[in-house]
């Protein structure tokens, strides 16, 4: 019989340890479950550093906090690349074992990455770029003047960190500026949204929107709409502006109204194939992405309190991620705890059905943040 959902993940900290060695884990095959790794982390490194922090933590094994310091060293070299996951990269690593442990150079560290990071910013009008340097193996894209709609997510993540830590203004009026500009030039009227934008660096004008992960330039990539959810609210969270809350409010009514009952979304919510019926693949890292967000909101009184609305579409869609989760039915040979059915990049047939390392981390973090009864900041 399998057991709960995090015990299940946990068991797959250990397998994918006990597989990977020295590497880092990126995507694995939905049938056997070998990872396909990297030699540096990849964009999401961090990830993988929070999963071993988080799995020490609720098993208090110390041995999985010395491999998490360790690869947060490793990581260290990346700090000065112009990336926008270097967000990720140390908000997960550097700003969470800091937390943790108390210790002051991983504290210079992470400031050392948020001040990078607040430095990308397009002087224009505030913009945050993907970066000259931006990591990402699926995906051949880099610029100063070509903003995600990921980046309310990744790019902010130390703002929020920086702005707690030291006070200074320049990290929330950073913030701000992106958030509102992402809001005048990325949400749709109808809630769906945007993926690339280029902008002429001058004069602030937009030159073209196009997508690379989605269906077509007009369509609304999942993955996206689901960092634009978690981190308009995040926002929200942060700073308790009630903009912020509408527009997550905005674009996650346009997610409940094109999923089912079990709330995992297509790849694309876009995806003229799904009006033929076809089996189009589903990304359960994008729901991941959206129940880790929710899943902070619950365990803070306050915020709980203020969107039952938003808090109460937890339950369901942990269930649609549970109903994903091996072994997802009698007799699965799989090893326990991959989050199958993710998609990283469908236009190129890049493990576009698979089981991917930040699906499995999000998942995690959403069921930690319940066990232990708070959210990391």
């Known amino acids: 019989m399998a057991v709960g959902p995090l015990a299940r993940l946990l068991e797959r900290i250990r397998t994918t340890r006990a597989e990977i060695g020295d590497a880092w884990p990126y995507h694995a095959d939905p049938e056997t479950g070998r990872w396909e790794t990297t030699d540096d982390g990849d964009w999401c490194g961090g990830h993988w550093v929070e999963c071993l922090r988080l799995a020490s933590v609720l098993e208090d094994d110390p ?5 998490a310091l360790e690869r947060t060293e490793r990581l260290r070299p990346y700090l000065e690349r112009d990336d926008q996951f270097r967000g990720h990269r140390f908000g997960y690593s550097s700003a969470r074992l800091y937390d943790h442990t108390g210790r002051e150079e991983l504290r210079t560290l992470t400031l050392a990455a948020a001040w990078a990071m607040r430095a990308m910013a397009m002087p224009v009008h505030g913009a945050m770029p ?102 308009f609210l995040r926002a929200w969270e942060e700073l308790g502006d009630s903009r912020y809350l509408a527009v997550a409010r905005h674009l996650f009514d346009y997610w409940w109204d094109h999923t089912d009952e079990h709330r995992i979304p297509p790849w694309d919510f876009m995806d003229p194939a799904i009006a033929d019926g076809a089996d189009v693949p589903l990304d359960t890292s994008a729901a991941a992405i959206v129940v880790e967000q929710l899943a902070r909101l619950r365990v803070h009184p306050d915020l709980a309190a203020a969107a039952p609305d938003l808090v109460a579409r937890l339950d369901p869609m942990l269930e649609g991620l549970e109903h994903r989760l091996t072994p997802t039915h009698p007799g699965d040979p799989r090893p326990p705890g991959m989050l199958v059915e993710g998609c990283f990049n469908h236009p190129r047939a890049f493990a576009d059905r698979a089981e991917l390392l930040w699906g499995d981390a999000y998942y995690l973090m959403a069921l930690a943040h319940l066990e232990l009864g708070r959210a990391p900041r």
Request: hydrophobic residues 40%.
């Open 130 to 231: 993907i970066g000259l340097e931006v990591q990402v193996k699926s995906t051949t894209l880099a610029s100063r003047s070509i903003v995600a709609v990921d980046n309310v997510h990744p790019n902010l993540l130390l703002d929020w960190w920086a702005r707690t830590e030291t006070g200074d203004p320049t990290f929330e009026r950073g913030a701000r500026r992106h958030l509102d500009r992402t809001i005048a030039d990325f949400v749709r009227p109808d809630g769906s949204t945007v993926e690339f934008i280029e902008y002429d660096p001058t004069t602030g004008a937009v030159l073209r929107e196009f997508t690379l992960l989605g269906a077509h330039d007009g369509s609304c990539w999942s993955r996206g709409q689901a960092w634009a959810i978690a981190g």
């Open 63 to 67: 041995e999985l906090l010395d491999e």
